[in-house]
């Protein structure tokens, strides 16, 4: 089912690759087809793998000119990684002397826990996670020191927003922070134990300094999550739940499903786990396979996430039968009724930044959502 081009990208981003067959492979290549594996390593958010593999097979086809280009590409994400790298640090540093407790995630965390280099993964922002209760403190500290919040909110509304979304983004030139406190929305209707969330963390060295993070099981749980919720449309969110389970040698898979199973997201770590498994050929102990494929909905959602986003006819876009996949991915009936609640009416980012209503009228809110979705959905 998958694309010849997008089976290329695979095998370039797997932790063990033949170069050899890699040399032969890429001799019978074109400028259009390096130019187009450059564009798909892009979109799939995957390229310093990409280019790590064809450097490394270094092969003739590859063009002068195509060559720079690769060349250009990786250098403008090594230094962009670098740069938010030190931001993340300076930013840890500044909540941390305003005894604000935050948890960094994915971003370079999770490059260098699940990777080993803070170069090797490509990210866009940076993710920090923090208490409810420090919201407004935070806010204060990174305006101060030049950031912008990507929605201006009126003084009367910043309560209701921040009790129904649960991230918030801000710029500064090229740098962009999340700052979460939460780590999903609730219109999807995963609970995680907040006290067990800020327990239970682990600390990775970034540039010989140390940074808080999400524990491996929590961790690898978000990102089983967050990639069921965006039906995994891009390939680096599989390639992490790979890479994050390789990076740690002693996996207590009897504990991470039975919390799993007590979240609700038994399926979607499921779905995570079958679709690195088939993609990056992830070993997995038998009993997890075992139970993966005693699951039958697993199969069929693996199917359609392939046809949407990896197959030769994927169209790689969202539409309200959406919906139906993200219902399949729980496993328990009272979280799909609450999931289907939630995601109507309970108000995300979007509804704040498609109207602004005034302090009488933000009860409103809920009702914005629906009405935002139909425009969203039917008009295309």
């Known amino acids: 089912m998958l694309s010849p081009d997008i089976n290329v990208l695979i095998d370039c981003c797997r932790v063990k690759t033949d170069i050899s067959a890699f040399q032969t492979l890429f001799s019978t290549f074109s400028d259009d087809d390096y130019l187009n594996l450059h564009r798909l390593s892009h979109r799939y958010g995957v390229y310093p793998l990409l280019y790590k593999t064809v450097t490394a097979a270094d092969p003739d086809s590859l063009s002068p000119e195509t060559k720079a280009l690769f060349k250009e590409s990786n250098m403008a994400i090594v230094q962009r990684n670098m740069l938010m790298s030190a931001e993340l640090l300076q930013l840890m540093h500044l909540l941390e002397r305003n005894s604000i407790d935050a948890i960094a ?4 965390a999770l490059g260098e826990t699940a990777y080993g280099s803070v170069t090797l993964r490509q990210y866009g922002d940076l993710d920090i996670l923090i208490r409810r209760n420090a919201v407004e403190k935070t806010l204060s500290l990174l305006s101060e020191r030049g950031y912008t919040p990507e929605i201006a909110l009126e003084k009367d509304a910043l309560d209701t927003f921040y009790n129904c979304v649960n991230v918030i983004g801000l710029h500064k030139g090229p740098i962009r922070v999340e700052i979460h406190w939460e780590l999903l929305s609730t219109n999807y209707a995963v609970d995680w134990d907040e006290a067990a969330l800020w327990r239970n963390t682990e600390s990775v060295m970034i540039n010989h300094q140390p940074v808080k993070t999400l524990s491996f ?92 986003h990896y197959g030769k006819k994927g169209t790689n876009t969202k539409s309200y039968s959406s919906f139906g996949l993200l219902w399949r991915m729980r496993e328990n009936f009272s979280d799909r009724l609450r999931f289907a609640y939630r995601g109507l009416f309970a108000p995300k980012f979007d509804d704040f930044k498609f109207v602004a209503l005034p302090k009488k009228a933000l009860f409103l809110y809920p009702l914005i959502r629906p009405f935002r979705l139909l425009v969203k ?3 295309r």
Do not use: T
């Not at 995630?105 to 370079?108: D, E, M, Q, R, S």
């Not at 990639?227 to 790979?242: A, T, V």
């Not at 102990?285 to 993966?292: M, Q, R, S, T, Y």
């Open 105 to 108: 995630f994915k971003g370079p």
């Open 217 to 308: 099981e929590n961790h690898l749980l978000y990102l089983c999550v967050h990639g069921s919720k965006h039906l995994f449309e891009r390939l680096e969110w599989i390639c992490d739940i790979d890479r994050a389970v390789r990076a740690k040698k002693d996996v207590d898979w009897e504990h991470l499903i039975s919390v799993a199973q007590a979240m609700g997201i038994m399926r979607m770590l499921y779905l995570g786990l079958a679709l690195a498994a088939l993609f990056f050929h992830l070993p997995l102990p038998k009993e997890v396979l075992h139970k993966i494929d005693s699951d039958v909905a697993i199969e069929g959602l693996v199917r359609k996430v392939i046809a949407l």
């Open 377 to 379: 959905y039917f008009n």
